[in-house]
Nanobody, 124 residues
């Protein structure tokens, strides 16, 4: 069992930055692949980024590549999402998720555990 708690969301002006954190419980965090997703009102949940168990391999959706960076610290059981050059259309609830095979995947149903989400609001 893995419990995930996101933090770091908030209101940010266009062009600003935020760093989201996702703290995981459990001693097996380093065996999980981790992903970040978001869901805007009235839209489907969208994959953003993923990182494999040792942090060497990452994957991004095209719309955030170059603006968002996923990283992890296995010693702190934490995964991060650094978001730069934020836009109003980045407004959504952001979720982290844990994938048991340790790989990067954009497929939501491959993730077994999800956090409760943190709200990010970009203003123009």
């Amino acid at each position: 069992q893995v419990q995930l708690v996101e933090s770091g969301g908030g209101l940010v002006q266009a062009g600003g930055s935020l760093r989201l954190s996702c703290a995981a419980s459990g001693r097996t965090f380093s065996s999980y692949g981790m992903g970040w997703f978001r869901q805007a009102p009235g839209k489907e949940r969208e994959f953003l980024a993923a990182i494999n168990q040792n942090g060497i391999t990452t994957k991004y959706i095209a719309s955030v590549k170059g603006r968002f960076t996923i990283s992890r610290d296995n010693g702190k059981n934490t995964v991060y999402l650094q978001m730069n050059s934020l836009k109003p259309e980045d407004t959504a609830v952001y979720y982290c998720a844990a994938e048991p095979r340790g790989i990067t995947t954009p497929i939501a149903h491959g993730y077994d555990y999800w956090g409760q989400g943190t709200q990010v609001t970009g203003s123009s």
